[in-house]
């Protein structure tokens, strides 16, 4: 099956520093679910980042939608970085743009025109439960509201890979379904999906998903427990 | 080609209202006025200067040192040379009145000598060898001096005096690139977060870059048009009216091609700034990955 992401002998450091990811190698294939979890510093937001085109692997090879991008020219990204939705640990919301505004950005920065982005946006802010709060700036919105705000940003444009890193951690637990519902029907449409959380309720109630865990770096399966682990390209991982 | 000029409501939303009171516009004002009256102010000298040129271009005056000598029928020979236009005496009470300014009343005795003096115009491609040859034969021992030579210093102060207008004109346009560099730093640097979150859904450089040149561009309008407003009303204070910057410059006027390029300056400075922003704000861009 094809794959979304191809990681080769991935390693990442910042800088001088140690490296905080060794030797990767893995596949993502495309339109599954992925579950990306490990304790806190394994490096599951550098891997994300990796993943979404925010950094470049200080070696090896990374492929994304059939494309080596480790060292494709900056200039060049900004098309895959369309095809990518990315749900971020801190929102990263634009505080003086409206919800409306933010959710519609990547349809703009796509090149939508005005009166294509109206609908899709005003269906995805209901669908998050925001219809009312369209007008709302982010300094305004609840934590929890303003990750749904996040979330609607992240899937308006429908992307062909969804990387969210813990993206129900300010909701409560009836609007983290509602909202990995949204991650598993996009799923279904043929988005590829990578979830990192620690939130293993979540992951055990996500049927079908696989899981990537993170250690030190490294990817592991000590103990072989791993509910459908990503065949590895090579080598051990 | 401009548009990146037109922004979409949403588009000026990006920027938010911060920006909006950024300094830009009154810097841009203040090097505009500035420039405007520099640059009239050396238009009207290089009219100045032209004027006194082209005055002074075929002009001749022949001094005739042995006192006595019969002026009136050196004048009518001097006159009726071909390639002479036209010749004037000047009298000698006029040369006292002249030298009195210096020498006082001492000036007047008949003892000090005044040499003659006649003040000519010659025909355009006369051969000046041939003309001094000539005036010698027939006043020897006068002296020819060309008026261009005895005004040079004045010729060389104006053209130096042009030559420092434009070196500031310069100057000053480099400074107001450099204003424009610090204010597009600055604002990359206020909305550097709102660029990280573009550049994450897939904005590319000359997107982001579109919405600062823009704002740059608006704001250097805006400062330049009011500081040419501002500059073109001090000249016309200046000049008292209609006589464009008549007291700068003694009298020299500005005509319509200096007052087309004044009016063009503006827009000059509006350009130069809105490239300067573009140029600084890709190259900050391509910082990142």
């Known amino acids: 099956m094809a794959a979304v992401a191809e990681f080769d002998s991935v390693g990442l450091r910042y800088g001088t520093g140690a490296e905080v990811l060794r030797d990767l190698d893995f596949r993502l294939r495309t339109g599954a679910f992925y579950f990306l979890t490990g304790p806190s510093g394994a490096g599951k937001t550098s891997l994300l980042k990796l993943l979404y085109l925010a950094q470049r692997p200080t070696r090896g090879r990374i492929k994304l939608f059939g494309e080596e991008l480790s060292e494709a020219a900056r200039e060049t990204l900004p098309p895959y970085r369309r095809r990518i939705g990315v749900v971020f640990q801190d929102f990263r919301l634009i505080r003086h743009l409206s919800a409306f505004d933010n959710v519609a950005l990547p349809l703009r920065v796509a090149g939508a025109k005005d009166e294509d982005v109206e609908g899709p946006v005003r269906e995805m802010l209901a669908w998050v439960g925001l219809a009312d709060r369209a007008s709302a700036r982010p300094p305004t919105l609840s934590g929890g509201e303003q990750q749904r705000v996040a979330i609607a940003r992240a899937v308006i444009n429908r992307p062909e890979l969804l990387v969210a890193d813990e993206p129900t951690g300010n909701v409560d637990a009836d609007m983290a379904n509602r909202l990995m519902g949204l991650f598993t029907a996009l799923n279904r449409l043929g988005t590829t999906v990578v979830v990192a959380t620690h939130d293993v309720g979540l992951i055990n109630a996500t049927a079908g998903a696989q899981m990537i865990r993170l250690e030190g770096g490294t990817l592991v399966d000590p103990t072989g427990s791993l509910r459908n682990p990503p065949r590895p390209t090579r080598g051990s991982a | ?289």
Do not use: C
């Not at chain 2, 300094?23 to 203040?30: D, E, K, L, N, Y």
């Not at chain 2, 032209?50 to 050196?74: C, F, K, M, Q, W």
């Open chain 2, 1 to 289: 080609m401009f548009d990146w000029l037109l922004a979409s409501p949403p588009e000026r939303r990006l920027l938010g209202a911060a920006s909006r009171r950024a300094p830009t516009p009154w810097v841009i004002a203040i090097m505009s006025f500035t420039i405007m009256l520099i640059a009239a102010t050396g238009l009207a000298l290089a009219n100045t200067a032209g004027v006194l040129s082209r005055a002074i271009e075929t002009r001749y005056a022949l001094e005739v040192p042995a006192a006595g000598t019969n002026l009136d029928a050196l004048l009518a020979s001097v006159r009726s040379l071909p390639s002479v236009s036209s010749a004037d005496a000047v009298p000698e009470s006029e040369m006292r009145s002249t030298l009195e300014r210096w020498l006082g009343p001492a000036a007047k005795s008949r003892e000090l000598p005044v040499p003659g003096l006649i003040n000519f115009d010659i025909r355009p491609g006369t051969d000046l060898g041939g003309l001094r040859q000539h005036i010698q034969s027939i006043a020897p021992g006068a002296h020819l001096v060309a008026h261009r030579d005895s005004v040079a210093p004045l010729m060389r102060s104006l053209t130096l005096l042009q030559a420092v207008a434009l070196g500031l004109v310069l100057l000053l346009s480099a400074a107001a690139a450099a204003a424009v560099v610090l204010a597009a730093r600055g604002a990359l640097d206020t909305h550097r977060f709102t660029i990280e979150v573009m550049h994450g859904i897939g904005a590319t450089d000359l997107q982001v870059t579109h919405l600062f040149q823009r704002k740059i561009a608006i704001d250097a309008f805006i400062g330049s048009i009011a500081g040419g407003i501002a500059a073109g009303l001090v000249l016309l204070l200046l000049a008292g009216g209609a006589a464009f910057a008549g007291e700068l410059t003694g009298g020299a006027t500005l005509n319509l091609v200096d007052l087309l390029i004044l009016a063009l300056l503006p827009f000059a400075l509006t350009a130069l700034a809105t490239v300067v922003a573009r140029t600084a704000v890709l190259r900050a861009l391509r910082e990142a990955l």
